[in-house]
Protein backbone atom coordinates (compact mmCIF):
# COMPACT_ATOMS: atom_id res chain seq x y z
CA UNK A 1 0.00 0.00 0.00
CA UNK A 2 1.44 3.71 -0.65
CA UNK A 3 0.27 6.80 0.83
CA UNK A 4 1.45 10.01 -0.71
CA UNK A 5 1.57 13.99 0.07
CA UNK A 6 2.88 17.03 -1.71
CA UNK A 7 3.84 20.38 -0.81
CA UNK A 8 2.64 23.18 -1.53
CA UNK A 9 4.52 26.17 -3.11
CA UNK A 10 3.50 28.57 0.04
CA UNK A 11 3.26 25.87 2.40
CA UNK A 12 6.74 26.91 3.69
CA UNK A 13 5.39 28.44 6.40
CA UNK A 14 2.24 26.19 7.36
CA UNK A 15 3.45 23.58 10.44
CA UNK A 16 3.06 20.42 9.19
CA UNK A 17 1.51 20.43 5.53
CA UNK A 18 2.81 17.63 3.99
CA UNK A 19 1.26 15.44 6.98
CA UNK A 20 -1.76 16.80 6.90
CA UNK A 21 -1.75 16.24 2.53
CA UNK A 22 -1.09 12.91 3.59
CA UNK A 23 -3.58 12.37 6.46
CA UNK A 24 -6.32 13.99 4.02
CA UNK A 25 -5.37 11.71 1.06
CA UNK A 26 -4.89 8.66 3.21
CA UNK A 27 -8.17 9.07 4.76
CA UNK A 28 -10.00 10.79 1.42
CA UNK A 29 -11.35 14.03 3.31
CA UNK A 30 -11.81 16.38 0.38
CA UNK A 31 -10.48 19.84 1.68
CA UNK A 32 -14.17 21.46 2.17
CA UNK A 33 -15.43 18.48 4.64
CA UNK A 34 -17.44 19.88 7.05
CA UNK A 35 -15.29 19.39 10.57
CA UNK A 36 -18.10 15.84 11.28
CA UNK A 37 -17.59 14.83 7.95
CA UNK A 38 -13.79 15.28 8.64
CA UNK A 39 -13.42 13.56 11.88
CA UNK A 40 -15.89 10.61 10.63
CA UNK A 41 -13.23 9.91 8.03
CA UNK A 42 -10.31 10.21 9.72
CA UNK A 43 -11.36 8.23 12.95
CA UNK A 44 -12.44 5.64 9.87
CA UNK A 45 -9.29 5.24 8.52
CA UNK A 46 -7.59 5.29 12.07
CA UNK A 47 -9.63 2.16 12.75
CA UNK A 48 -8.69 0.66 9.75
CA UNK A 49 -5.11 0.47 9.91
CA UNK A 50 -5.13 0.58 14.11
CA UNK A 51 -7.82 -2.22 15.03
CA UNK A 52 -6.19 -1.09 18.83
CA UNK A 53 -6.64 1.39 20.88
CA UNK A 54 -6.45 4.55 18.95
CA UNK A 55 -7.86 7.39 21.11
CA UNK A 56 -4.08 8.99 21.38
CA UNK A 57 -3.12 8.40 17.95
CA UNK A 58 -6.98 9.73 16.70
CA UNK A 59 -6.30 13.20 18.96
CA UNK A 60 -3.06 13.78 18.05
CA UNK A 61 -3.97 13.51 14.44
CA UNK A 62 -7.47 15.21 14.91
CA UNK A 63 -5.22 18.11 16.30
CA UNK A 64 -3.12 18.16 13.30
CA UNK A 65 -6.10 18.58 11.21
CA UNK A 66 -7.68 21.18 13.41
CA UNK A 67 -10.80 19.35 14.07
CA UNK A 68 -13.08 21.30 16.25
CA UNK A 69 -13.43 19.99 19.62
CA UNK A 70 -17.43 19.31 19.41
CA UNK A 71 -16.54 16.88 16.18
CA UNK A 72 -13.85 15.46 18.16
CA UNK A 73 -16.07 13.99 21.25
CA UNK A 74 -17.13 10.07 20.50
CA UNK A 75 -16.92 6.89 22.18
CA UNK A 76 -13.56 6.99 20.89
CA UNK A 77 -12.35 9.55 22.80
CA UNK A 78 -11.64 9.03 26.56
CA UNK A 79 -11.22 12.51 27.63
CA UNK A 80 -11.70 15.53 25.42
CA UNK A 81 -8.52 16.31 22.87
CA UNK A 82 -5.52 18.25 24.26
CA UNK A 83 -5.71 21.81 22.89
CA UNK A 84 -2.28 22.46 22.38
CA UNK A 85 -0.33 19.78 19.37
CA UNK A 86 2.37 17.93 21.31
CA UNK A 87 5.10 17.14 19.05
CA UNK A 88 6.05 14.04 20.62
CA UNK A 89 2.34 12.70 21.06
CA UNK A 90 1.76 13.74 16.51
CA UNK A 91 5.10 12.37 16.20
CA UNK A 92 4.27 8.94 17.83
CA UNK A 93 0.72 8.96 16.25
CA UNK A 94 2.37 8.93 13.11
CA UNK A 95 4.79 6.30 14.14
CA UNK A 96 2.15 3.49 15.52
CA UNK A 97 -0.23 3.91 13.07
CA UNK A 98 2.31 3.62 10.12
CA UNK A 99 3.80 0.77 12.18
CA UNK A 100 0.08 -0.88 12.41
CA UNK A 101 -0.47 0.03 8.56
CA UNK A 102 2.82 -1.95 7.70
CA UNK A 103 2.31 -4.92 9.96
CA UNK A 104 0.24 -6.72 7.14
CA UNK A 105 1.85 -4.99 4.30
CA UNK A 106 4.96 -3.47 3.11
CA UNK A 107 3.94 0.51 2.91
CA UNK A 108 5.36 3.04 0.61
CA UNK A 109 5.04 7.03 1.61
CA UNK A 110 5.30 8.97 -1.41
CA UNK A 111 6.49 12.39 -0.57
CA UNK A 112 6.33 15.37 -3.69
CA UNK A 113 7.92 18.87 -3.70
CA UNK A 114 9.57 18.50 -0.77
CA UNK A 115 11.97 21.42 -2.08
CA UNK A 116 8.57 23.62 -0.44
CA UNK A 117 8.36 21.79 2.55
CA UNK A 118 8.02 23.50 5.86
CA UNK A 119 10.50 23.02 8.51
CA UNK A 120 8.06 21.08 10.85
CA UNK A 121 7.31 18.44 7.87
CA UNK A 122 10.86 17.79 7.43
CA UNK A 123 11.12 17.19 10.82
CA UNK A 124 9.01 14.51 10.94
CA UNK A 125 10.38 12.91 8.14
CA UNK A 126 13.66 12.74 9.67
CA UNK A 127 11.81 10.87 12.53
CA UNK A 128 10.34 8.29 10.29
CA UNK A 129 13.13 7.34 8.07
CA UNK A 130 14.29 5.81 11.43
CA UNK A 131 10.98 3.46 11.29
CA UNK A 132 13.01 1.90 8.14
CA UNK A 133 15.20 -0.14 9.80
CA UNK A 134 12.06 -1.54 12.22
CA UNK A 135 9.36 -2.34 9.70
CA UNK A 136 8.65 -2.73 5.59
CA UNK A 137 8.51 1.30 4.78
CA UNK A 138 9.67 2.93 1.89
CA UNK A 139 10.33 6.57 1.92
CA UNK A 140 10.04 8.22 -1.59
CA UNK A 141 10.98 11.59 -1.43
CA UNK A 142 10.91 13.91 -4.73
CA UNK A 143 12.11 17.63 -4.68
CA UNK A 144 14.18 19.74 -7.18
CA UNK A 145 17.23 19.93 -7.01
CA UNK A 146 17.72 23.45 -5.26
CA UNK A 147 20.52 22.96 -2.81
CA UNK A 148 19.07 26.57 -0.92
CA UNK A 149 16.24 24.59 0.24
CA UNK A 150 16.59 23.14 4.13
CA UNK A 151 15.55 19.53 2.46
CA UNK A 152 19.17 19.45 1.57
CA UNK A 153 20.68 19.52 5.01
CA UNK A 154 18.27 16.25 5.86
CA UNK A 155 19.66 14.32 2.33
CA UNK A 156 23.38 15.06 3.62
CA UNK A 157 22.26 13.45 6.87
CA UNK A 158 20.20 10.52 5.33
CA UNK A 159 22.39 9.97 3.08
CA UNK A 160 25.55 9.85 5.59
CA UNK A 161 23.26 8.01 8.38
CA UNK A 162 21.80 4.97 5.99
CA UNK A 163 24.12 4.45 3.14
CA UNK A 164 23.14 1.17 3.17
CA UNK A 165 19.61 2.09 2.72
CA UNK A 166 19.48 4.95 1.00
CA UNK A 167 19.31 5.57 -2.92
CA UNK A 168 19.28 8.82 -4.79
CA UNK A 169 18.12 9.25 -8.55
CA UNK A 170 18.96 12.52 -10.11
CA UNK A 171 17.36 13.33 -13.33
CA UNK A 172 18.25 15.39 -15.64
CA UNK A 173 15.66 18.60 -17.08
CA UNK A 174 13.43 17.52 -20.16
CA UNK A 175 14.28 18.62 -23.72
CA UNK A 176 12.15 20.84 -25.05
CA UNK A 177 11.16 18.95 -27.38
CA UNK A 178 10.21 16.20 -24.12
CA UNK A 179 8.52 19.13 -22.44
CA UNK A 180 6.12 19.94 -25.24
CA UNK A 181 5.00 16.44 -25.51
CA UNK A 182 4.82 16.11 -21.59
CA UNK A 183 2.36 19.18 -21.89
CA UNK A 184 0.44 17.47 -24.65
CA UNK A 185 -0.65 14.27 -22.98
CA UNK A 186 -1.48 16.04 -19.97
CA UNK A 187 -3.77 18.18 -22.14
CA UNK A 188 -4.68 15.65 -24.09
CA UNK A 189 -4.00 17.33 -27.32
Known sequence: QHLTGRCLSY?????????VDVLRNSAQIPADAPPEVA??????????GCPDDCSDIYHALAGLL??????SRTAMDASPADSKLSKPALFKAFETLFSNLSA??????ICED?????PSSIEL???????????PLLLVCIFRP????????????????????????????????????????????
Open 11 to 19: GNTIPYHLW
Open 39 to 48: DGLLRAWIAR
Open 66 to 71: SLTATA
Open 104 to 109: SQPLAI
Open 114 to 118: LQWAD
Open 125 to 135: LEQLTRLTEQI
Open 146 to 189: DAAQPIWQLVGRLSAAYQQHHLSLWLQPLSAAHSERLVANLLGS
